[in-house]
């Protein structure tokens, strides 16, 4: 976080209705991985200790219940011209540099903030970040192109822009005209500009796919579910034990409801707490006639649907079986193998290993086999 130096203030513009931003809310109140788009700008200049925050006065009841105490509320007009100078006005005599910034520009970073931050206490007047035109440039009409543009010289504007409080004040005091941004204000007064470093990620939120490219940029923005499993089946008579689909020949079976796969009973359990499923009871009640002696194979395939149809995929797997014998070693690139087909999914993204209790506990003794599984899911 930046800390901004004395005498310096921010000005955040939140009054628009952003009707581009399609229906609900506007934009700068809606959801953007947990938190509304405004809550983030703001986090970005908590580092100063003066924060205005221009808004609409439909909006100005939710402000005050978020924000009362932190900011200082000015209700905005019918232009972001306006807007600003309204918040200006509210920091006349209040500080000497202002950076005033789009609300809807959450992802801000603080390089950007401390870029034109060092341009203003070197001297310049002005300062504002923005990034080279790298694209070409063409001019059309009637849906085709009918010329080609130099992008020589040319910059995409982004904010915070800042400035000398009384020199921009002034500036729109003497051209109370709409305008794009406060640079055009500037240059119409005689100010002078100087460009600062911009940022990729500074995106100004503006169009519904925004959102979407902005959580990508959050990163996490992303859901990732963990979930555990624990299970334990004891032996009993037989000449094999199934474990993690694949057959194992051991002087005992496993005895349980279904066919007592420990391995994956313990990761379909890990896949539905991820989920927040419950375990396999719910599922499939072992209450119910039709599960007795079932492949656990069903049960796993319905817990990696699940999640698929929720939008998750399995990041990664991890089982590990615990018991003295029968030995696991030989068998465990199989065992990894038949969960990824059963779960659709990479079998590098499993592992299936196993451990002993160092003959200590029910284990030790011989008497079933313990499983212990983690799954992480992770949103589409």
């Known amino acids: 976080m930046i800390r901004a130096p004395a005498g310096f203030a921010a000005l955040i513009t939140a009054a628009g209705r952003g009707t581009r931003a399609g229906d609900g809310a506007p934009k700068q109140w809606r959801d953007l ?11 970005a200049f908590a580092g100063f200790s003066r ?22 509320l000015v209700e905005g007009a019918a232009t972001r011209a306006a807007s600003v100078r309204a918040g200006l006005d509210a920091l006349e005599g209040q500080a000497n540099h202002v950076l005033i910034h789009d609300g809807a520009r959450p992802l801000v970073p603080d390089a950007v903030i401390q870029g034109v931050i060092d341009a203003l206490a070197q001297g310049a007047p002005a300062a504002a970040p923005a990034l080279p035109v790298s694209d070409a440039l063409w001019r ?15 910059f995409r504007a ?19 005209a709409d305008a794009a941004d406060d640079v055009e204000l500037a240059l119409k007064s005689g100010i002078e500009v100087a460009i600062t470093p911009g940022s990729e990620d500074n995106l100004k939120i503006t169009f519904p796919a925004d959102f979407a490219r902005a959580e990508r940029i959050l990163g996490g923005a992303m859901d990732i579910r963990l979930g555990n499993g624990y299970d334990v089946h004891a032996f009993g008579p037989g000449d094999h034990v199934t474990l993690c689909g694949i057959r194992v020949p051991h002087e005992a079976g496993l005895m ?4 007592a796969d420990v391995g994956m009973h313990a990761l379909t359990d890990a896949i539905y707490g991820a989920l927040a499923q419950g375990d396999i009871g719910r599922h499939f ?21 699940l999640a698929r149809d929720k939008g ?12 003295e014998a029968p ?5 465990a690139l199989d065992m990894a193998q038949r969960l990824a087909e059963i779960m659709a999914t990479d079998p590098d993204r499993i592992s299936v290993k196993a451990t002993t209790s160092e003959r200590l506990g029910f284990t030790g003794r011989r008497e079933g086999i313990a499983a212990i599984a983690t799954a992480t899911l992770i949103k589409e």
Not at 56 to 72: F, I, S
């Open 285 to 305: 009640p072992p209450s119910d006639p039709q599960w007795k002696g079932a492949d656990s194979a069903i049960f796993l395939a319905h817990a990696a649907g």
């Open 256 to 259: 349980g409801h279904s066919d």
């Open 312 to 323: 998750f995929r399995i990041g990664n797997a991890d089982v590990t079986l615990i018991c």
């Open 33 to 43: 991985a947990g938190r509304p788009v405004l809550d983030r700008t703001l986090a």
């Open 140 to 154: 059309g009409a009637d849906g085709r192109v009918t010329d080609t543009a130099s992008r020589d010289g040319l």
């Open 327 to 331: 030995k696991i070693g030989p068998h």
């Open 51 to 72: 924060i205005v925050l221009v808004v609409h006065p439909e909006d100005m009841p939710q402000a005050l219940q978020r924000y009362a105490g932190r900011v200082t």
């Open 158 to 176: 982004q904010t915070p822009q800042g400035f000398a409080l009384n020199r921009i004040l002034a500036a729109h005091r003497a051209h109370p």
